[in-house]
């Protein structure tokens, strides 16, 4: 059953100059594995993490290091999520995360769906 969805697009360019503007961002967004990726790829993370708050309801706290965007030997993109991020996943019922990143014409897409059931009492 699905429990939420999300979708988010950034600018790459626009957000390249956010990181230029507020290097602390980076840290702030991103797991140290990440941080050492191009701006392309940081923005593709980001739309996915922004897609992945959106499917469980844009939680009040949740840390952004808390949510990991990996990626397997084929490059097929995986969500990982532990600490504020779980918790409210796991509030949600999210069993599995379905996860789909495009790059094209200076944008980067992504779009998430959150697997599970619904839990007792949250309807």
Same mark, same amino acid.
């Given at each position: 059953m699905i429990v939420g &969805? *999300? +979708?988010?697009?950034v600018d790459i360019e626009r957000? /390249?100059?956010q990181l230029e503007r507020t290097p602390a961002l980076l840290e702030r967004l991103f797991v140290p594995s990440e941080r050492l990726l191009n701006t392309r790829s940081l923005a593709a /993370?980001? !739309?996915?993490?922004?897609? &992945? !708050?959106k499917a469980i309801g844009a939680p009040v706290g949740m840390n952004w290091q808390h949510c990991t965007i990996d990626v397997d030997a084929a490059g097929a993109p995986s #969500? #990982?999520?532990? =600490?504020? +991020? !779980? @918790?409210?996943? /796991?509030? /949600? =019922?999210?069993?599995?995360?379905h996860?789909? &990143?495009?790059? @094209? *014409? =200076?944008?980067?897409? !992504?779009? #998430?769906?959150?697997? =599970?059931?619904?839990?007792?009492g949250t309807r």
């Open positions: &969805i *999300g +979708v988010d697009v957000f /390249r100059k /993370r980001f !739309a996915a993490k922004e897609a &992945i !708050a #969500v #990982v999520v532990d =600490g504020t +991020v !779980a @918790d409210a996943a /796991r509030a /949600r =019922g999210v069993e599995t995360w996860l789909s &990143i495009s790059h @094209d *014409g =200076g944008l980067a897409t !992504a779009m #998430v769906v959150a697997e =599970g059931h619904t839990p007792p």
